[in-house]
């Protein structure tokens, strides 16, 4: 079963030892965590703390946001890596059908049993489990996921004796499980359990300074599988992107560029008419005049968007580090205290 010892956040990392520093990126298959953001920073420094070990890790935040690439990332940097990876959306198994899906059965343990089954846990046996929506579960499945976290042994249906399985558990949930608790709708114990290291990702409107270095990695990613060259993003696509809410987060955006990719006349850009309609209105309304009215308050904006990095605000207003800073002492702001 899991490693369960709590990780110290002051333990030294393997190679990303300085909180000043941005982490390095990830590339599992193609898969990465995308961004320079404060958040997408912390997001890695924790995989890299976490790698070495079998800590049971719980992924939280919104539907969308790529739980499901950071539990690629903590499977594939963690001593079960030759193992296998395999996930199970909790949402989707009806309550009766909870017990064969995740232990298994034997032949013959019911009429259409024509085959034995080893279940998930059976079949994650020496890698990784990955209850995606663990949030959905019902009180009697949390109950029989629990005990199998805490002895280490599953009863398929139809068997006599228990087998052993050896897992690493990684949950994601985009339910806020303390409150879930609170309101007795997740067992407490089994929370305990699973939220023994937490990774927590804010929605993309919360890291506005991501949206550029995703949106481009999105095309890269997008052009390989349609086996095109990957387009060119225009500043008006760009402020139409940035002014989105994002309910539907890095999956949303994600859509929305293919849809730029496969609809759009112009193969070698990417503008914000080529993008879904309430996109295009948005830009077309949002758009900011150049230059700004309000220089001062325009660059401030820009920072607190930001979450106060410099590099992020720079590039979000299209101009380089040295510019920025130019720009702020110009309109007598001191860069160090900002």
Known sequence: MPD????????????????????????????????????????????????????????????????DIVALLLHRNSPRAKGPLVPINCAAIPDTMIEGEMFGYEKGAFSSAVRAYPGKFGLADGGTLFLDEVGELSLSAQAKILRALETGEVFSLGS?????????????????????????????????????????IPPLRDRRGDIEPITRHLVDQIAAQLDCPAPHIDADALRALKARAWEGN???????????????????????????????????????????????????????????????????????RTTLYRRLQREGLDPAIL
């Open 160 to 200: 006599l004796r228990p087998r052993r399985c050896s897992v690493r558990v990684v949950a994601a949930t985009n339910r806020d499980l303390v409150k879930e608790v609170a309101a007795g709708r997740f067992r407490s114990d089994l929370y305990f359990r699973l939220a023994v290291v937490k990774i927590e």
């Open 250 to 320: 890095v999956r949303e955006l994600r859509n929305a560029l293919e849809h730029a990719m496969v609809v759009g006349e112009d193969r070698e850009r990417i503008s914000a008419a080529d993008l879904p309609a309430p996109f295009a209105a948005a830009s077309a309304e949002e758009r900011e005049p150049s230059p700004p009215l309000n220089p001062r308050a325009h660059l401030l904006q820009a920072i607190r968007a930001c979450g106060g990095s410099k590099s992020d605000a720079a590039r979000q207003l299209n101009i380089s």
């Open 4 to 67: 369960n010892r709590a990780i110290d956040e002051r333990a030294p990392l393997a190679f990303c030892d300085s909180k000043s520093r941005p982490v390095p990126d990830f590339v599992i298959d193609g898969h990465r965590f995308v961004g320079a953001s404060d958040a997408a920073n912390r997001i890695r420094r924790m995989i890299c703390r976490l790698s070495g070990t079998s800590a049971t890790t719980l992924v939280e935040g919104p539907t969308g946001t790529g739980k």
